[in-house]
């Protein structure tokens, strides 16, 4: 081999393993700014590409669809080197200066960067190259074949989830299809205070559906989307979707509604409702598993709709789970029955003020006109304060003149203005067409009785007389029917709610459009205008009728005969009481089987009643009567009321009336004879009213009898409701049956009493003082199933109220002791609960009670109190002791009135917080020797009270007392009384709207600052719902609140500056 061959080879060996590496080696050393910019840019493009891909991710992640392996393992080394890059460019950074005391870059460490980076951005480079073939769904995701074939148990339900609310909420709100905003984007009053509601219940755990429900045209689909944007705003959800069910329910465009706003795209997809609702299942599931909240709002919900045929999670009662439900509909029991609601809210009109904003907004100007004003609230008052029909009398009044809006609503009234009646038509017709039979008969009933305010006793009356209720046997059931009617109504939104608790209402817009409805089939007339007479009607509308009322009108005349053949029910109310029915009045109405009459005078004869063969319901109010025996031929009569009339005597004939289920006597002062025989003859008397009436009652051993005996009764096996009074325990001698009442009103003595709850089973015992009445067995059956009881003059060996009844007061509701000088206790054993029901708890004058309890009370006992009255009882010293208040958690009214001894609220024996959650009203007067709220142990000394609160007296001490219910406190004639709250109670009175001091001498402010708190006074001087402050009579009075402020100043403008930040309305003297 050739020197030259040597050398070749030699050279090649050398430049492959030294030259090349060194001159690779140093390229790394110089390049590696380059390298650096390179790998940047690497990221940036792979950045680039996981961004764009991140967007197909999230579709298929909202359609629920499984990723592809391919498409998982790219995006994890994706995310790696990310990851990695960022680092590997830190440490260039660092080794740019890390040589000679960090003045130089540092060779070896930029060798060492450039090679790993040059590997790093091939890497990158790989990835964003496979990135280029994800382009679209069907690229990194697929559609699982198996999703929803395995049925997937349904979770348990949330805690809280069943626990159904039945409180309804009422308030008023507006409906527009456009916008109703008054200014700046704000909302009507009452809608606001709607939508905040509504979200609060959304907040609440306890509620999974909240729903919203009032008559067509009310504006319950605009307060929807109102209440949306609002919790949008707020972000109380992560996901909101909202759907409209409407009448015709539409399975696929409900479940479209649902998953566009779920970015549910897939769904669009699919054709089968069955997969459709899979998909929607399973996207809510995610997201339930994701702790992400979730809201979907169906609007306009006519009937029920199965959950689960849509796709929303919902166990087998159809209640959703997982997430919430924000739902409308027309009707209330939609709401509750089909879908579970667990909170409802009922959307009335706009208040008076409202709708006439948004009346005014539309017409514009001329409303203010003198001529057009009168003419405005004619037009409101039809509108009935629904923004849809506002709207439409706006758009209709805006260009008109005068005589077209007086022309328009005379119209209106009549049914004949076209336009303005189909949209009411449209309001109220499907709500009327939903009802059963005889709830339309009810609802009709309501329209012929002519009054906004029906009573519910005369629908009883007349709606037996009708036939309404021929189903059921008993006046019991009838009631219930009744009840249920009329809830089923008021859930349709065509009888609204009234204060109240058993009442309910009509409005003229539901009474114009059942009058219009029902007379195509049944005319009804209802005389409303006192100045037309009965004569000027048409004799052919007269001949068809089958219902007729005169409200409460002034007769002018009226003719001698009524020609109405086809006549069901007449109702007159009369207000002039020389008012005469002429004897052919009623020759012509053989089908009559209802009639009321009020302030008629019949003294000559009842012969007019004579031939009503068919009558079933006869009311004679307060009329003048002088002989009532012809009404022993109307055999078929099952409800006789002479309520208030004058009548004297009823006749044997009268025991005729062997249908009679209902006898009514009460008020009949001159009702001085029943003879002998007749109650007992009523064998289906199932009712028999007497209050305030009949008291002549025959001793059992009178012979011969002149007068009707209380035994009498005995024999009446259908007799279940009795209201009577008896002026004297010795009419007892015999024992009345008892067992068979379920309802009653007894009253024993002469009573007078002012306190009594409509609905109860009453018991009212004026006691002789050598009565024995209370040991009679009746009496002591009454004692122990009464819901009521009223006791004066106790006056025996009994200490306590335990001790009369040997079966003890299980279902006592309301409890009023007075003039009773044994009474020393009301609870006297602890050893078992007495009182459990016991709401109301009134004591007056007992002169000798000195505690409600003895000893500590068993458990439960007084556990449902809700009122407390204590009045004139001067032995008492405290009201509670600690250990009863804490069993007393229902509380809402305390009332003490001159008690001379009182000397505290709650006695304790150590200062522990006393919490009364729903107490909402404190009345004290006339207490001379009470000086705190809290009393400890026997009366303290002078000392001793100083010690507690220094040299101040303070009634409420924050620290030991709070009521975050409070709204009304009076306090007058507490001598001893300096100041009545710390700075630190008032955090707890933010729901105090009433507060009244008078007639305390030695008070001085309404606040003392506590010392050592460091707390200024003007910094918690907040009662935001106080809007009524009485200060009267305060001889000793500086300012309203006593420490820093009377330090600094004590002039009159120091109390005017604390006010004016005190208050947030007017304040009242």
Same mark, same amino acid.
């Given at each position: 081999?050739?020197?030259?061959?040597?050398?070749?080879?030699?050279?090649?060996?050398?430049?492959?393993?030294?030259?090349?590496?060194?001159?690779?080696?140093?390229?790394?050393?110089?390049?590696?700014?380059?390298?650096?910019?390179?790998?940047?840019?690497?990221?940036?493009?792979?950045?680039?590409?996981?961004?764009?891909?991140?967007?197909?991710?999230?579709?298929?992640?909202?359609?629920?669809?499984?990723?592809?392996?391919?498409?998982?393992?790219?995006?994890?080394?994706?995310?790696?080197?990310?990851?990695?890059?960022?680092?590997?460019?830190?440490?260039?950074?660092?080794?740019?200066?890390?040589?000679?005391?960090?003045?130089?870059?540092?060779?070896?460490?930029?060798?060492?960067?450039?090679?790993?980076?040059?590997?790093?951005?091939?890497?990158?480079?790989?990835?964003?190259?496979?990135?280029?073939?994800?382009?679209?769904?069907?690229?990194?995701?697929?559609?699982?074949?198996?999703?929803?074939?395995?049925?997937?148990?349904?979770?348990?339900?949330?805690?809280?989830?069943?626990?159904?609310?039945?409180?309804?909420?009422?308030?008023?709100?507006?409906?527009?299809?456009?916008?109703?905003?008054?200014?700046?984007?704000?909302?009507?009053?009452?809608?606001?205070?709607?939508?905040?509601?509504?979200?609060?219940?959304?907040?609440?755990?306890?509620?999974?559906?909240?729903?919203?429900?009032?008559?067509?045209?009310?504006?319950?689909?605009?307060?929807?989307?109102?209440?949306?944007?609002?919790?949008?705003?707020?972000?109380?959800?992560?996901?909101?979707?909202?759907?409209?069910?409407?009448?015709?329910?539409?399975?696929?465009?409900?479940?479209?509604?649902?998953?566009?706003?779920?970015?549910?795209?897939?769904?669009?997809?699919?054709?089968?409702?069955?997969?459709?609702?899979?998909?929607?299942?399973?996207?809510?599931?995610?997201?339930?598993?994701?702790?992400?909240?979730?809201?979907?709002?169906?609007?306009?919900?006519?009937?029920?709709?199965?959950?689960?045929?849509?796709?929303?999670?919902?166990?087998?009662?159809?209640?959703?789970?997982?997430?919430?439900?924000?739902?409308?509909?027309?009707?209330?029991?939609?709401?509750?029955?089909?879908?579970?609601?667990?909170?409802?809210?009922?959307?009335?009109?706009?208040?008076?003020?409202?709708?006439?904003?948004?009346?005014?907004?539309?017409?514009?100007?001329?409303?203010?006109?003198?001529?057009?004003?009168?003419?405005?609230?004619?037009?409101?008052?039809?509108?009935?304060?629904?923004?849809?029909?506002?709207?439409?009398?706006?758009?209709?009044?805006?260009?008109?003149?005068?005589?077209?809006?007086?022309?328009?609503?005379?119209?209106?009234?009549?049914?004949?203005?076209?336009?303005?009646?189909?949209?009411?038509?449209?309001?109220?017709?499907?709500?009327?067409?939903?009802?059963?039979?005889?709830?339309?008969?009810?609802?009709?009933?309501?329209?012929?009785?002519?009054?906004?305010?029906?009573?519910?006793?005369?629908?009883?009356?007349?709606?037996?007389?009708?036939?309404?209720?021929?189903?059921?046997?008993?006046?019991?059931?009838?009631?219930?029917?009744?009840?249920?009617?009329?809830?089923?109504?008021?859930?349709?939104?065509?009888?609204?709610?009234?204060?109240?608790?058993?009442?309910?209402?009509?409005?003229?817009?539901?009474?114009?459009?059942?009058?219009?409805?029902?007379?195509?089939?049944?005319?009804?007339?209802?005389?409303?205008?006192?100045?037309?007479?009965?004569?000027?009607?048409?004799?052919?509308?007269?001949?068809?009728?089958?219902?007729?009322?005169?409200?409460?009108?002034?007769?002018?005349?009226?003719?001698?005969?009524?020609?109405?053949?086809?006549?069901?029910?007449?109702?007159?109310?009369?207000?002039?009481?020389?008012?005469?029915?002429?004897?052919?009045?009623?020759?012509?109405?053989?089908?009559?089987?209802?009639?009321?009459?009020?302030?008629?005078?019949?003294?000559?004869?009842?012969?007019?009643?004579?031939?009503?063969?068919?009558?079933?319901?006869?009311?004679?109010?307060?009329?003048?009567?002088?002989?009532?025996?012809?009404?022993?031929?109307?055999?078929?009569?099952?409800?006789?009321?002479?309520?208030?009339?004058?009548?004297?005597?009823?006749?044997?004939?009268?025991?005729?009336?062997?249908?009679?289920?209902?006898?009514?006597?009460?008020? *009949?002062?001159?009702?001085?004879?029943?003879?002998?025989?007749?109650?007992?003859?009523?064998?289906?008397?199932?009712?028999?009213?007497?209050?305030?009436?009949?008291?002549?009652?025959?001793?059992?051993?009178?012979?011969?009898?002149?007068?009707?005996?209380?035994?009498?009764?005995?024999?009446?096996?259908?007799?279940?409701?009795?209201?009577?009074?008896?002026?004297?325990?010795?009419?007892?001698?015999?024992?009345?049956?008892?067992?068979?009442?379920?309802?009653?009103?007894?009253?024993?003595?002469?009573?007078?009493?002012?306190?009594?709850?409509?609905?109860?089973?009453?018991?009212?015992?004026?006691?002789?003082?050598?009565?024995?009445?209370?040991?009679?067995?009746?009496?002591?059956?009454?004692?122990?199933?009464?819901?009521?009881?009223?006791?004066?003059?106790?006056?025996?060996?009994?200490?306590?109220?335990?001790?009369?009844?040997?079966?003890?007061?299980?279902?006592?509701?309301?409890?009023?002791?007075?003039?009773?000088?044994?009474?020393?206790?009301?609870?006297?054993?602890?050893?078992?609960?007495?009182?459990?029901?016991?709401?109301?708890?009134?004591?007056?004058?007992?002169?000798?009670?000195?505690?409600?309890?003895?000893?500590?009370?068993?458990?439960?006992?007084?556990?449902?109190?809700?009122?407390?009255?204590?009045?004139?009882?001067?032995?008492?010293?405290?009201?509670?002791?600690?250990?009863?208040?804490?069993?007393?958690?229902?509380?809402?009214?305390?009332?003490?009135?001159?008690?001379?001894?009182?000397?505290?609220?709650?006695?304790?024996?150590?200062?522990?917080?006393?919490?009364?959650?729903?107490?909402?009203?404190?009345?004290?007067?006339?207490?001379?020797?009470?000086?705190?709220?809290?009393?400890?142990?026997?009366?303290?000394?002078?000392?001793?009270?100083?010690?507690?609160?220094?040299?101040?007296?303070?009634?409420?001490?924050?620290?030991?007392?709070?009521?975050?219910?409070?709204?009304?406190?009076?306090?007058?004639?507490?001598?001893?009384?300096?100041?009545?709250?710390?700075?630190?109670?008032?955090?707890?009175?933010?729901?105090?709207?009433?507060?009244?001091?008078?007639?305390?001498?030695?008070?001085?402010?309404?606040?003392?600052?506590?010392?050592?708190?460091?707390?200024?006074?003007?910094?918690?001087?907040?009662?935001?719902?106080?809007?009524?402050?009485?200060?009267?009579?305060?001889?000793?009075?500086?300012?309203?609140?006593?420490?820093? *402020?009377?330090?600094?100043?004590?002039?009159?403008?120091?109390?005017?500056?604390?006010?004016?930040?005190?208050?947030?309305?007017?304040?009242?003297?």
């Amino acid at each position: 081999m050739s020197a030259d061959s040597v050398v070749g080879i030699g050279w090649d060996v050398l430049k492959r393993y030294v030259v090349v590496p060194i001159e690779r080696g140093f390229g790394y050393v110089i390049s590696s700014k380059r390298f650096a910019n390179c790998l940047r840019g690497e990221v940036q493009n792979l950045e680039n590409e996981v961004l764009r891909v991140e967007v197909l991710a999230e579709q298929a992640r909202n359609n629920v669809r499984k990723f592809h392996v391919v498409f998982t393992t790219w995006k994890e080394s994706a995310n790696k080197a990310l990851e990695e890059a960022p680092k590997l460019l830190d440490d260039f950074e660092k080794a740019t200066k890390t040589c000679c005391y960090g003045t130089l870059p540092d060779p070896k460490f930029r060798y060492q960067f450039s090679r790993k980076a040059e590997g790093k951005i091939e890497v990158i480079k790989q990835l964003t190259q496979k990135c280029s073939r994800f382009n679209g769904l069907d690229d990194i995701s697929f559609i699982d074949p198996a999703f929803g074939n395995v049925a997937t148990p349904n979770p348990a339900r949330r805690e809280g989830k069943d626990v159904v609310q039945s409180t309804t909420a009422s308030a008023s709100a507006s409906f527009v299809s456009t916008s109703m905003k008054l200014r700046d984007g704000g909302v009507f009053e009452s809608r606001a205070l709607m939508i905040r509601n509504i979200m609060d219940a959304l907040a609440d755990n306890g509620n999974s559906v909240v729903g919203i429900y009032g008559m067509g045209g009310v504006g319950k689909s605009t307060l929807l989307a109102d209440t949306e944007k609002r919790i949008r705003e707020e972000k109380s959800f992560d996901l909101v979707a909202q759907a409209d069910v409407s009448e015709h329910q539409d399975i696929k465009r409900i479940q479209g509604e649902i998953a566009h706003k779920l970015c549910l795209s897939d769904l669009k997809n699919e054709e089968c409702v069955r997969v459709r609702a899979e998909l929607l299942h399973g996207r809510l599931k995610v997201e339930e598993r994701n702790k992400k909240t979730v809201l979907i709002i169906l609007d306009n919900l006519w009937k029920g709709l199965n959950l689960k045929s849509v796709g929303i999670p919902c166990g087998p009662d159809n209640k959703v789970m997982g997430c919430k439900l924000l739902l409308t509909s027309r009707d209330r029991d939609v709401l509750r029955r089909d879908m579970g609601c667990d909170k409802d809210f009922h959307l009335g009109g706009l208040k008076e003020e409202e709708a006439k904003t948004l009346f005014e907004r539309m017409v514009g100007d001329k409303v203010h006109d003198d001529e057009f004003k009168p003419w405005v609230e004619v037009a409101l008052d039809k509108c009935a304060g629904v923004p849809f029909l506002i709207i439409a009398m706006a758009k209709r009044f805006k260009d008109a003149g005068l005589s077209e809006w007086k022309d328009t609503l005379k119209k209106i009234e009549k049914f004949k203005d076209t336009k303005i009646n189909d949209l009411i038509n449209q309001m109220l017709k499907w709500s009327y067409d939903r009802l059963e039979e005889d709830e339309k008969s009810l609802l009709q009933l309501c329209v012929v009785y002519g009054i906004s305010i029906p009573s519910l006793e005369n629908l009883v009356r007349y709606g037996v007389g009708l036939g309404l209720f021929e189903e059921v046997s008993s006046m019991e059931e009838v009631r219930d029917r009744l009840s249920s009617h009329i809830r089923t109504l008021q859930a349709s939104s065509l009888l609204l709610d009234s204060e109240d608790v058993d009442g309910f209402k009509i409005h003229d817009l539901v009474r114009e459009f059942v009058v219009l409805v029902a007379s195509r089939y049944h005319p009804l007339l209802v005389l409303k205008d006192k100045d037309k007479s009965i004569t000027e009607l048409p004799k052919d509308k007269l001949k068809s009728c089958r219902a007729v009322c005169f409200p409460h009108i002034d007769m002018k005349e009226f003719p001698k005969e009524l020609d109405c053949p086809e006549l069901r029910i007449f109702l007159l109310f009369t207000n002039n009481e020389s008012f005469e029915i002429p004897d052919s009045y009623f020759n012509s109405m053989e089908k009559l089987v209802v009639l009321t009459l009020t302030s008629i005078r019949l003294i000559h004869s009842l012969k007019p009643f004579q031939f009503l063969e068919n009558l079933h319901t006869l009311c004679l109010e307060y009329c003048s009567l002088e002989d009532v025996a012809i009404l022993g031929k109307l055999k078929g009569l099952q409800i006789l009321s002479i309520v208030g009339s004058q009548i004297q005597r009823l006749p044997k004939e009268i025991g005729q009336l062997v249908e009679l289920r209902l006898l009514d006597l009460s008020y *009949c002062s001159q009702l001085e004879i029943i003879e002998p025989g007749v109650l007992g003859s009523l064998i289906k008397l199932e009712e028999l009213y007497m209050k305030y009436s009949f008291k002549q009652w025959n001793v059992v051993d009178q012979t011969p009898p002149t007068n009707a005996c209380l035994i009498e009764l005995n024999n009446m096996k259908n007799l279940c409701t009795l209201q009577v009074s008896i002026p004297n325990s010795s009419m007892l001698l015999g024992d009345l049956n008892v067992k068979k009442f379920s309802k009653y009103n007894i009253n024993i003595g002469y009573v007078h009493r002012w306190r009594s709850k409509k609905g109860l089973s009453t018991l009212n015992l004026k006691l002789d003082p050598l009565s024995n009445v209370l040991q009679k067995g009746c009496i002591q059956s009454i004692l122990g199933k009464s819901d009521d009881l009223f006791l004066d003059g106790l006056n025996k060996i009994e200490k306590s109220i335990c001790a009369l009844s040997q079966k003890g007061f299980l279902e006592l509701k309301q409890l009023q002791v007075q003039n009773s000088p044994s009474i020393h206790y009301i609870l006297q054993s602890p050893s078992h609960a007495k009182f459990k029901m016991l709401e109301s708890l009134f004591l007056e004058n007992l002169i000798n009670l000195e505690k409600i309890s003895n000893n500590n009370i068993a458990s439960k006992s007084f556990s449902e109190l809700k009122v407390l009255r204590v009045e004139s009882c001067n032995k008492m010293e405290v009201l509670f002791p600690l250990s009863m208040v804490r069993e007393l958690s229902k509380l809402e009214e305390i009332e003490v009135v001159d008690c001379k001894l009182m000397r505290g609220i709650v006695e304790v024996d150590n200062c522990g917080k006393v919490e009364l959650h729903n107490l909402q009203v404190l009345k004290f007067r006339n207490l001379p020797n009470i000086k705190n709220f809290f009393t400890i142990g026997m009366a303290p000394s002078s000392s001793t009270l100083d010690d507690q609160v220094g040299t101040q007296i303070v009634f409420f001490n924050g620290q030991q007392v709070a009521f975050k219910r409070l709204e009304k406190l009076e306090i007058d004639g507490l001598a001893n009384l300096r100041f009545i709250f710390f700075p630190s109670m008032v955090k707890s009175l933010t729901q105090l709207k009433k507060l009244t001091i008078s007639n305390c001498e030695k008070t001085e402010a309404i606040i003392m600052e506590e010392e050592g708190l460091g707390m200024e006074t003007s910094e918690i001087l907040a009662y935001p719902m106080l809007t009524d402050l009485r200060l009267k009579r305060l001889k000793s009075w500086r300012c309203f609140s006593h420490g820093k *402020c009377a330090r600094e100043s004590q002039s009159q403008d120091c109390v005017r500056s604390r006010a004016t930040a005190l208050f947030n309305h007017k304040v009242c003297d």
